[in-house]
């Protein structure tokens, strides 16, 4: 083999070996994908999870015995937050504003669980209110160091 | 002498690049099952997840009095009227052990039965191989009185139905793919 040809199988080798490596390199991303869409999975149904239990709650502090028809009877939107109680015994669904958590699931761990909730717009529920409204946006925001991004669900109460 | 040597050469040359791509597409073909392996997997849980609900979310409609009969950890009795003719139904779900999914090649998974006023009904297994249910009351404090159950935490393991050949996300000795789903449900009615 002269000199040329050694040249040409080196660089035609090194090339494959690039191929190569990259080959794998997006087939172990593909992998990767995969498994951050598990943790999304179960992010999601922790979020989901968080918002059941919320449901269940009345909707201010004001409407634990009877609704009211005068929003100012509310419970001011600076005001937003437990009024005293600590959790499991939340009453009503801004007593979860600023709450958060951690928790622990079978395939990853150190997830946080974070509430915020804030009124909104009556005609526009993207904008928040600074003033009380009949309609309460509780976002849930599920963090993990396995997710590059969060996963977030959002739900707005009315009174009922 | 000098060609002797280029032959061996590029036979040894040829024979890496051979065995390269041999390598390559072995690990693609894997890489694949995996995939699918893993897609049907997060399916299948899907679709559990979704059966359960749906039936729970029911529990207590049309009944006037307590309307859960058995609450323990595999196994759940319930009165609804869960298809709307006016007569309130017993729905119960348990599972079974794993001796019952045969069929398939993973040999922890189990059925879940659904039977509605005694008529039993047991779909595919799905890779079920645990599910565990939990009973919350107002506050999200487990309770075993049934009058006062308000949340039902159900949480599902599953894992992949054919074991995995060549892949280094599973445990050596049990070579499945494993998911797990929880979800808290509060059915509207009790």
């Not at chain 1, 437990?82 to 928790?103: C, T």
């Not at chain 2, 694949?32 to 979310?57: P, W």
Request: glycine residues 4%; proline residues 3%; contains cysteine.
């Amino acid at each position: 083999m002269n000199n040329l040809q050694s040249i040409l199988t080196m660089g035609s080798i090194f090339i494959l070996s690039l191929v190569s490596l990259n080959f794998n390199s997006s087939l172990l991303q593909n992998n990767t994908v995969e498994l951050e869409n598990k943790v999304y999975l179960t992010a999601f149904s922790l979020a989901d999870d968080m918002i059941e239990e919320i449901k269940q709650k009345a909707f201010d502090e004001k409407t634990l015995v009877f609704p009211t028809v005068n929003r100012s009877t509310l419970t001011p939107a600076g005001s937003l937050g437990k009024e005293g109680e600590n959790y499991p015994y939340f009453d009503d669904v801004d007593d979860y504003n600023n709450y958060s958590r951690d928790a622990d699931e079978p395939h990853a761990e150190k997830y946080h669980i974070a509430v915020k909730v804030y009124y909104v717009s009556e005609t526009d529920p993207d904008t928040e209110s600074s003033t009380q409204t009949f309609h309460k946006r509780v976002d849930v925001t599920v963090s993990s160091p396995y997710l590059n991004n969060n996963a977030k669900l959002t739900f707005i109460f009315t009174q009922k | 002498m000098s060609i002797l040597i280029d032959i061996l050469g590029s036979s040894f040359i040829g024979g890496l690049i051979l065995l390269l791509i041999l390598k390559l597409n072995l690990f693609a073909n894997s890489s694949g099952v995996t995939s699918d392996n893993e897609l049907k997997l997060q399916q299948n849980a899907k679709t559990l997840a979704e059966i359960v609900n749906y039936d729970f979310r029911k529990i207590g409609y049309d009944c006037d009095s307590t309307s859960i009969a058995v609450a323990d950890s595999n196994r759940i009795k319930f009165y609804a009227d869960i298809d709307r003719n006016g007569t309130v139904d017993i729905i119960e779900y348990y599972a079974s052990d794993s001796t019952k999914a045969l069929g398939t090649e993973n040999p922890r998974d189990i059925i879940l039965y659904r039977t509605v006023n005694g008529v039993e009904m047991g779909g595919p297994t799905l890779g079920l191989t645990k599910i565990k249910l939990s009973y919350l009351d107002q506050f999200n404090i487990v309770t075993n009185i049934l009058a006062n159950i308000r949340y039902i935490k159900v949480e599902l393991w599953v894992e992949s139905e054919i074991r995995e050949q060549e892949s280094n996300f599973v445990n050596p000795n049990h070579p499945y793919l494993f998911t797990y789903w929880e979800m808290k449900i509060n059915p509207r009615n009790i």
